[in-house]
């Protein structure tokens, strides 16, 4: 499975957009791009994930780039509860174990 | 909705004792993982079963760890002994299927002394 790459943390203001990037430049053409997240002391929680297409669910949007070297996890107008570390993996589906790497520490502020 | 149960949720223990996990995933999910999460870093998969079948314990360190689904539903990771850098979270999860999104559990937290 492709490797990907995240910042390690990032801040947002309460009701602001949050923009979560991750490159995965090595990723194949049957590889898939999820997004977890997980809040201190729950496990991780499933959020979205895509192949080429932008994705929208109720709880984020997905935007993959043409080239599908990176893309970016939208949260609309975050909240409080939002601060999670959020993972970007990329995994087909054969077998389908995902590989978490360190992820990404969001942390929303009032 | 439906969770995936774990427990228990803390366990400590001294080194070189046995100690054993439980996990119950959602009704139906054929696929279940167990997981290890070393603080500060991502999980990072010990096995995963299909149905009752190990289908990847290749990262599991099996001169002291076993995992078992009998039935094919609920699932049972046993470390023996365990080591103080057995310390961590172990987290379980299960999928619909192949292609499903993992549902996890909260988690044992599993301290070594």
């Known amino acids: 499975d492709a490797k990907t790459t995240q910042p390690p943390s990032m801040d947002c203001a309460e009701g602001r957009a949050a923009n979560l990037p991750c490159n995965h430049s090595t990723i194949s053409g049957n590889e898939y791009v999820y997004w977890y997240r997980q809040i201190h002391s729950q496990g991780p929680q499933y959020i979205i994930h895509?192949?080429?297409n932008n994705e929208t669910n109720e709880m984020a949007s997905l935007i993959i780039t043409e080239d599908r070297k990176s893309s970016t996890l939208i949260l609309p107008h975050a909240t409080l509860r939002d601060t999670a570390v959020y993972y970007c993996i990329v995994s087909s589906h054969s077998g389908y174990a995902l590989n978490f790497g360190k992820g990404t520490s969001l942390l929303v502020t009032p | 909705e439906a969770e995936v149960a774990q427990s228990p949720r803390y366990k400590i223990t001294e080194k070189s004792q046995a100690v054993a996990f439980w996990c119950d995933p959602i009704?139906?999910?054929?696929?279940l993982y167990w997981y290890r999460q070393i603080l500060g870093q991502g999980p990072e998969l010990l096995v995963q079963f299909q149905d009752e079948s190990v289908v990847d314990d290749s990262q599991l360190p099996k001169d002291r760890f076993s995992a078992e689904r009998l039935k094919g539903v609920d699932s049972t990771l046993k470390i023996q002994p365990a080591e103080l850098g057995d310390s961590a979270m172990y987290l379980c999860?299960?999928?619909?299927?192949?292609?499903?999104?993992?549902?996890f559990g909260n988690g044992t937290r599993l301290t070594v002394t």
């Open positions: 999860a299960s999928s619909l299927a192949y292609n499903s999104p993992l549902h």
């Open positions: 895509g192949l080429k």
């Open positions: 009704s139906g999910h054929a696929t």
